[in-house]
């Protein structure tokens, strides 16, 4: 019982297509699914859903907002101070269907939308932290650093001890105290993980307010390499155990 194994058995799987896996791997969607299970308090606001390019050029975007595609992965424009729109790289997103490149069948009815958000937290460098869970409990924590330049990571089980590997990337080995509202995410991951078997529920904080930025059914798409290689039946084992 392989992190990676899991994974791709789910990718494989027609639980993949599970009405409610594919719901919540649209951002707009996942929305309705959050309000339901915790509350509408704990998504990131919605300032407009555009459902095609005319909706888009159309659109009076704020000066200072975060825009990304409701049905792909890793695509986002932030805008701070009224910076002009690459509206080529929009056009783009609605020409791609994400199950094309990497056959996770879940986003494979999804149709393209943007979505425009305010930025979080005035605006400034945000983490989120990615909760892999199973069955209902939120058992190991991913935080990302420097995407842009040296990306490195962290893993911390639930109660926030550091684990000495990492995944996809380096691990970062500077000290990062716990979190002020860790109690209240893992418990928020519990609840929005209990109706999948294994899930990532990734969630940003800033003192003691927590939101959902997404729920994700098939991280790396089943294939990211641990560093060490020999550490990924170490957190399996945290993991599925």
């Not at 915790?38 to 859903?49: H, W």
């Not at 909706?55 to 907002?65: D, G, K, M, N, S």
């Not at 393209?112 to 924590?141: H, Q, T």
Request: proline residues 4%; aromatic residues 12%.
């Amino acid at each position: 019982m392989l992190i990676n194994d899991a994974l791709y058995r789910l990718k494989v799987s027609a639980e993949i297509e599970d009405p409610l896996r594919v719901l919540v791997s649209d951002k707009e969607y996942v929305k309705l699914y959050v309000a339901a299970k915790v509350g509408d308090v704990y998504n990131v606001p919605t300032l407009a859903v555009l459902r095609s390019m005319q909706e888009v050029r159309t659109y009076a975007f704020p000066e200072v907002c975060c825009i990304k595609p409701t049905h792909l992965s890793g695509k986002v424009l932030l805008r701070h101070r009224g910076e002009p729109l690459d509206f080529a790289e929009i056009a783009h997103w609605f020409s791609l269907n994400r199950y094309h490149a990497t056959r996770e069948r879940n986003y494979r009815t999804l149709q393209p939308k943007v979505i425009v958000e305010p930025l979080l937290f005035g605006g400034s460098a945000v983490l989120d932290y990615k909760f892999f869970c199973y069955r209902g409990k939120a058992r190991l924590i991913q935080i990302d650093f420097d995407r842009a330049n040296g990306h490195t990571r962290k893993y911390f089980d639930r109660n926030w001890s550091e684990q000495d590997y990492s995944m996809g990337y380096p691990r970062n080995k500077a000290l990062f105290e716990k979190p002020l509202a860790l109690e209240k995410m893992t418990r928020l991951a519990d609840t929005l993980s209990e109706d999948f078997g294994f899930i990532r529920v990734d969630l940003y904080a800033e003192g003691d307010t927590v939101l959902v930025g997404e729920i994700t059914n098939c991280h790396g798409n089943a294939h990211k390499r641990f560093i060490p290689v020999s550490a990924e039946a170490i957190a399996s084992r945290l993991l599925f155990d």
